[in-house]
Nanobody
Framework: QVQLVESGGGLVQAGGSLRLSCAAS????????MGWFRQAPGKEREFVAA????????YSADSVKGRFTISRDNAKNTVYLQMNSLKPEDTAVYYC??????????????????WGQGTQVTVSS
């Protein structure tokens, strides 16, 4: 069992930066792949970024490549999402997820078993 708690969301102007954190509890965190997803009002939850359990492999959606960076610290049971050059279209609730995706399933909501409660990110123009 893994429990996830996100933090770091807030209101920022376009072009600004935020760093989201996801604190995990549970003995299996270091063996879980971690992902960040987001959901804007009226839209489906979408993949943002993911990182393998070892941290050696990362994946990002095309919409955030070059702007967002995912990382993890297994000693602290925490995964991060550094978001730079934020745009109004990045506004959404951001969710942390843990699971065992493989192949092309990294981007799929169904590939993750555990989810946090979400943190709101609002980017003003």
């Amino acid at each position: 069992q893994v429990q996830l708690v996100e933090s770091g969301g807030g209101l920022v102007q376009a072009g600004g930066s935020l760093r989201l954190s996801c604190a995990a509890s549970g003995r299996t965190f270091s063996k879980q792949a971690m992902g960040w997803f987001r959901q804007a009002p009226g839209k489906e939850r979408e993949f943002v970024a993911a990182i393998s359990w070892s941290g050696t492999s990362t994946y990002s959606a095309d919409s955030v490549k070059g702007r967002f960076t995912i990382s993890r610290d297994n000693a602290k049971n925490t995964v991060y999402l550094q978001m730079n050059s934020l745009k109004p279209e990045d506004t959404a609730v951001y969710y942390c997820a843990a699971g065992s995706p493989f192949g092309s399933s990294w981007v799929l909501v169904e590939a993750y078993d555990y989810w946090g409660q979400g943190t709101q990110v609002t980017v003003s123009s």
